[in-house]
């Protein structure tokens, strides 16, 4: 565990997007889940105002950095990890959520479909949405995860689950 994720686990959101951008910046070879991480806080940032940014007591101006960096921050993941089922899925999904975009469960499935089934459990938790039944299995060890590491995202996931 890095610096940043440590501290996105312990709540510590503002001080985590300011250590995975640092991180990003700094290392020859950024971690994937940095690029992750950080797209998601700056999504909820800009996203989750009543949900995460309240009760979390996130500045008013991070909703605003947030808004104009999560999808440059995925932007620049799938540069350096063009086949990452999880960026890609999170790419989709943020742009759904926050503004109304299509995403539907055939979207979903053709991004496991074209990435492969196994790289990521996070889509499922979407697919979830529409089949409980269908991806008990995969839900069941996407929760254990989530569970283990409790990051923001994780916790997102987990509010669903």
Not at 58 to 76: C, H, V
Not at 87 to 98: D, K, S
Not at 114 to 119: D, H, I, R
Request: charged share 20%; hydrophobic share 40%; with cysteine.
């Amino acid at each position: 565990m890095n610096l940043a994720q440590s501290k996105d686990i312990k709540r510590e959101y503002v001080d985590a997007v300011k250590q995975y951008e640092n991180q990003i910046a700094t290392s020859d070879q950024p971690a994937m889940d940095d690029f992750i991480n950080l797209s998601f806080l700056y999504w909820a940032f800009a996203a989750l105002q009543m949900e995460f940014n309240i009760p979390n007591m996130i500045p008013d101006e991070w909703s605003l950095i947030g808004g104009q960096r999560f999808s440059a921050i995925i932007e620049m993941g799938l540069a350096r990890y063009p086949d990452s089922v999880e960026l890609t899925f999170w790419g989709q999904y943020f742009p759904y959520r926050l503004f109304g975009a299509d995403f539907s469960e055939r979207d979903c499935e053709k991004i496991l479909g074209n990435y492969g089934m196994q790289q990521s459990l996070v889509p499922y938790f979407y697919l979830h949405l529409f089949d409980g039944l269908k991806y008990s299995e995969e839900i069941n060890h996407l929760l254990d995860i989530c569970n283990r590491t409790p990051t923001a995202k994780n916790l997102y996931i987990r509010s669903f689950l």
